[in-house]
């Protein structure tokens, strides 16, 4: 489905891609009635979307928004929305994700939750992630993913995964975002973290009303597409190359593997990949095996 230029518009089914300015395409997660939590379905939209947008030459920036009232809830824990794996071609190199136990959990989060967050953030070309109301567990991954994020004062964000038993999401970036002290008190009290407080952490770039939230994305998207391609581009791998070589993508491995320990562990002791006594009640239920899939999370 690829685009040559920014007049052809692709079409999806948990997203919508638009041009709302020349040089800026905008991906919106368009789930409201889930408040945009991530299915399988819109992993592999919003995968596609990125491609379109990474290989349009016309476009410099690329805004990632949500649908109101919530950015993102985060991943989708009621289902694949009818969806299996052999539905979306995998686009890393573990291989099936049907393997029972840890093997084919390890190959499933590998590919749809650290390895395609990690894709979004080495997109090269800026990315403006506009966040409003909930922002929560693989919400933070999306805003994460993306090198500028524009918060309208009511935005709040948490991690709640330690709750259920597991050391916080797959794409743990938690103590280059809001430094390692406060990635610890949020993820051992999973608290909510205000827009303000996020601001003056250094995770979120601007606050602003909600009613000015998309329209600030936009203005900010412009200012940078006045500016050479190549250029940006070189910026953002030149920034992103900086944090690496302090060994952020050592230590996410590393923290992906514990994770993995933690689902294992929780099977082992629980029979499900979450500690059900952090679960909200009547959640449980969600969590069952599913033939030739693992267990669903």
Same mark, same amino acid.
């Given at each position: 489905?690829?685009?040559?230029?920014? %007049?052809?518009?692709? %079409?999806?089914?948990?997203?919508?891609?638009?041009?709302?300015?020349?040089?800026?395409?905008?991906?919106?997660?368009?789930?409201?009635?889930?408040?945009?939590?991530?299915?399988?379905?819109?992993?592999?939209?919003?995968?596609?979307?990125?491609?379109?947008?990474?290989?349009?030459?016309?476009?410099?920036?690329? @805004?990632?928004?949500?649908?109101?009232?919530?950015?993102?809830?985060?991943?989708?824990?009621?289902?694949?929305?009818? *969806?299996?794996?052999?539905?979306?071609?995998?686009?890393?190199?573990?291989? %099936?994700?049907?393997?029972?136990?840890?093997?084919?959990?390890?190959?499933?989060?590998?590919?749809?939750?650290?390895?395609?967050?990690?894709?979004?953030?080495?997109?090269?070309?800026?990315?403006?992630?506009?966040?409003?109301? *909930?922002?929560?567990?693989?919400?933070?991954?999306?805003?994460?993913?993306?090198? @500028?994020?524009?918060?309208?004062?009511?935005?709040?964000?948490?991690?709640?995964?330690?709750?259920?038993?597991?050391?916080?999401?797959?794409?743990?970036?938690?103590?280059?975002?809001?430094?390692?002290?406060?990635? *610890?008190?949020?993820?051992?009290?999973?608290?909510?973290?205000?827009?303000?407080?996020?601001?003056?952490?250094?995770?979120?770039?601007?606050?602003?009303?909600?009613?000015?939230?998309?329209?600030?994305?936009?203005?900010?998207?412009?200012?940078?597409?006045?500016?050479?391609?190549?250029?940006?581009?070189?910026?953002?791998?030149?920034?992103?190359?900086?944090?690496?070589?302090?060994?952020?993508?050592?230590?996410?491995?590393?923290?992906?593997?514990?994770?993995?320990?933690?689902?294992?562990?929780?099977?082992?002791?629980?029979?499900?990949?979450?500690?059900?006594?952090?679960?909200?009640?009547?959640?449980?239920?969600?969590?069952?095996?599913?033939?030739? %899939?693992?267990?669903?999370?």
């Amino acid at each position: 489905m690829a685009i040559d230029t920014m %007049s052809e518009i692709p %079409s999806y089914e948990t997203i919508t891609y638009a041009h709302p300015l020349p040089g800026v395409a905008q991906i919106t997660l368009n789930r409201p009635k889930a408040r945009n939590a991530q299915d399988l379905q819109m992993t592999y939209d919003l995968n596609d979307a990125f491609e379109q947008a990474a290989a349009d030459g016309e476009v410099k920036v690329i @805004i990632l928004a949500g649908a109101d009232p919530h950015f993102c809830a985060g991943h989708d824990l009621s289902g694949d929305s009818g *969806k299996t794996w052999a539905d979306f071609p995998q686009v890393n190199t573990w291989g %099936s994700f049907d393997p029972p136990g840890a093997e084919g959990r390890f190959a499933r989060e590998s590919e749809i939750y650290l390895g395609m967050t990690e894709r979004w953030r080495n997109v090269p070309k800026p990315t403006i992630a506009a966040v409003q109301g *909930k922002c929560i567990a693989g919400g933070l991954m999306l805003a994460w993913a993306c090198d @500028i994020i524009i918060a309208s004062a009511d935005a709040e964000f948490r991690d709640p995964v330690v709750e259920m038993g597991v050391c916080g999401v797959e794409f743990f970036a938690h103590p280059w975002e809001v430094g390692p002290r406060k990635a *610890k008190e949020l993820l051992f009290t999973a608290d909510w973290l205000g827009a303000e407080e996020a601001r003056q952490l250094g995770m979120v770039n601007q606050v602003v009303p909600r009613d000015e939230l998309l329209a600030t994305a936009l203005a900010m998207a412009e200012r940078i597409a006045q500016k050479p391609l190549f250029a940006l581009k070189l910026t953002k791998e030149a920034v992103n190359q900086t944090q690496d070589a302090m060994g952020r993508p050592n230590a996410m491995s590393q923290v992906f593997a514990l994770h993995q320990l933690c689902h294992s562990h929780n099977v082992q002791v629980h029979g499900i990949p979450v500690d059900p006594g952090g679960l909200p009640k009547g959640m449980r239920g969600r969590f069952v095996k599913k033939p030739a %899939s693992g267990i669903s999370e």
